[in-house]
């Protein structure tokens, strides 16, 4: 702590104490005040340099079937990350949203003995995790879920060279397609990307120049992309012309997948907002206005549940 002690004139001539306090705590990093930082109490060469080990905050490792997409029926080694920061009302995986002080790591692939770790996990640790994972032949490619994948962008700029050396397995990024910052920092080390492409009136969240400019870093990065969009009975169809419109203004190739809701259990619910999957009749109805603008428009529901995958 630095105490100045100043003494300031009165207009009568009195003099009046004025006592400035000032407290600097320093913490891994520097907090400045202001008129200080051009003073000799604070320099940049002054500042220690330190390096920070790359970790991340972890849900679970486990091996699946992709149940959502183009990847659909396909074998995948799931890494999901924890932390999202959006808020959609039909979530189905709010409980990632923070980050837990533990994640569970699968031991064999698909056997769910899973095991406890805390958080955060260096990179070298789930290096050795999806390792395990990894048997000859089983999986097709790895997954980063979420949470928010890319709130970990610098984590990944790391992880993803030395993982994709190791298990020479494509990697595939699931995101809310909200963070084309980010995306930047890996678009070398992705094979393909599932977009979800959020309406504002299913998810609450909107998100339309963020997406044109996520889709359009895929391009022109010729990564392999699609977009997802989950619709409910809430579904306003002017949302899905928009969408369309969006899409096939950067390329009619690029495949929609529609992905009705699955409602939540009780015990998942954190809305009073009901999410109720749309009639058939609906669906019907949205897929023919779409395909009036986009080429490529599919119906695939969540299988993994059908399957009671997780």
Known sequence: MIK?????????????????????????????????????CYHPMNVKKTTLKPEARLMEIFSAIQGEGLNVGTRQIFIRFAICDLRCHFCDSAYTWTAPSTCRIERSPGSRDFEIHSNPVPLSILIEWV????????????????????????FLREFLPEVRALTNLPIYLETGGHRPEQLKLILPYLDSVGMDLKLPSVSGESYWLEHSQFLQLCLDANINVFIKIIVSQDTDPDELKRSASLVAELSQEIPIFLQPVTPLAENQKFSQLPVLAPLPEQVLEWQALMKQIAKQVRVIPQTHKMLNQM
């Open 4 to 40: 100045h002690k100043l003494l300031v004139k009165g207009n009568e001539g009195e003099e009046k104490q004025l006592r400035l306090t000032i407290e600097i705590k320093v913490k891994n990093s520097f907090s400045i005040v202001p008129h200080l930082a051009r003073s000799h």
């Open 131 to 154: 390792q395990r994972q990894n048997l000859p032949s089983l999986h097709d490619s790895i997954s980063l879920t979420g949470g928010e994948p890319l709130l970990h962008a610098p």
